[in-house]
């Protein structure tokens, strides 16, 4: 279980060491120490006693909490906590969120003016891949307990930081919530009762965009057609799950509907969503993915054989037999892969054709021709690989170089 030393987190445990006399399971805490404040050190020997004294393990782990891109103090604590869970081996990791926690999580939520995803909050059972997360007091406020520690003398630490109203979070739980509690008592059920219906909506929003993604993917890419002839909200709800799918996190709301818009328009040439580490890119009616991956500006090659298949930094080099292709003999040296620079010219029985010719005439996506890399032989343009070769020194039976981009 994730155990902070606070009042919530205190409970729990109490009641988890309970339940554990009757169950027979095992159970361990873990600690996450953020360095935030002066007294982390003594929450971490608070939490020490009480497990050595209920006979808990405990596992401390200290997190550097680094805040960059605009990013919250509290969403990156947030992130690194989880990032500790999910290094658990437990069947679940038990958290203290309760009903208080809940209605403002729904309501920082609405403020942001997060849709049904960000309505669902925090579910009672949650699996994130190898990960389950429970939260069995979400029924419970903090009110009940308060009650429940001071009842059986459970004693807890206090971050100081809970109170500072300069968060949004501390705001509405010292300036919001009372007013709301003194004239609907009964606010945070209600709530409750909203983020779970929430869920149920995001749940079927996921089932009915991966149906439309399934029947609008052709092989690794998008149907543009296909996405065009759903309702603009489907389209917004396929791209957001395959970018979910993709694992190169999400775009902004912003960025996907500017993507989505110059795709209903047909803008000329490509249009492209940007990702982390990687771009979804429209050509030619398919919308593909396309990881960004830089190729060093020379990059000599090892003697090869034919076939073979060479990794690099940014793809693969297949060698394949051909008929016709280039010399056998090349294959033992002096071959490079080089990053274009621009105006290349390679050799063709009709004259010479500049690389960016062969690479449009070849249907290579624009964001992928920018880094297609050419073969070398010592200062020579030899090939394009995957797309041609040079026609002057071809043989009947040689070699052709295919490039794989990842």
């Known amino acids: 279980m994730g155990l902070s030393g606070g009042v919530d987190s205190m409970v729990l445990l109490h009641l988890l060491v309970a339940a554990r006399k009757e169950r027979g399971f095992e159970l361990c805490a873990v600690h996450v120490h953020h360095g935030l404040s002066a007294e982390a050190d003594a929450w971490v020997a608070h ?10 393990p405990l596992r401390v782990r200290r997190v550097a909490v680094r805040v960059e891109g605009g990013q919250s103090l509290e969403a990156v604590a947030r992130r690194e906590r989880y990032r500790v869970y999910r290094e658990s081996t437990a069947d679940a990791v038990v958290l203290a ?8 999580t729904v309501l920082l939520q609405l403020l942001r003016g997060g849709g049904a995803r960000a309505l669902a909050a925090m579910p009672a059972w949650r699996q994130d891949g190898a990960l389950a997360l429970w939260r069995p007091l979400l029924a419970r406020t903090r009110d009940e307990l308060l009650a429940y520690a001071r009842e059986h003398g459970i004693g807890w630490v206090d971050d100081d930081s809970n ?11 010292h300036r919001v919530m009372p007013g709301l509690a003194a004239a609907l008592p009964h606010y945070r059920a209600h709530l ?18 991966a149906a439309d993604l399934a029947a609008c993917l052709a092989g690794d890419a998008l149907s543009r057609d296909g996405l065009l002839a759903l309702s603009p909200p ?5 791209l957001r799950h395959w970018c979910a799918t993709l694992g190169f996190g999400l775009p902004t709301p912003a960025a996907l509907e500017s993507f989505r818009g110059a795709l209903v328009a047909g803008h000329a040439g490509a249009v492209a969503l940007e990702l982390a580490g990687a771009s979804l890119v429209h050509y030619r009616g398919r919308i593909h993915l396309v990881r960004e ?9 090892p003697a090869l054989a034919c076939p073979q298949l060479l990794r690099c930094e940014a793809g693969r080099l297949s ?7 280039l010399p056998m003999a090349w294959l033992a040296g002096g ?31 624009p964001r992928l021709r920018e880094r297609w890399p050419l073969l070398y032989r010592g200062e020579a343009l030899v090939a394009v690989p995957g797309v041609a070769f040079t026609q002057e020194d071809r043989v009947e039976a040689g070699w052709r170089p295919v490039w794989l981009p990842d």
């Open 47 to 56: 939490c020490a006693r009480v497990c050595e004294a209920w006979q808990v």
């Open 192 to 209: 409750a009762r909203s983020a779970q219906l929430a869920a149920d909506a995001a749940a079927v929003l996921d089932e009915v965009a």
């Open 234 to 238: 489907r389209q917004r709800e396929l």
């Open 319 to 325: 060698i394949e037999p051909a008929s016709p292709g």
């Open 293 to 301: 991956r830089v190729l060093p500006a020379c990059q000599p090659l």
């Open 97 to 104: 969120h309760h009903q208080d926690d809940l209605a403002e």
């Open 335 to 365: 071959l490079s892969l080089r990053a274009r620079a621009g105006g290349e010219r390679l050799a063709q029985r009709a004259g010479t054709r500049t690389v960016k010719q062969l690479l449009q005439e070849a249907g290579v996506l």
């Open 163 to 173: 109170l500072d109203t300069r968060w949004r979070r501390n705001l509405l739980r």
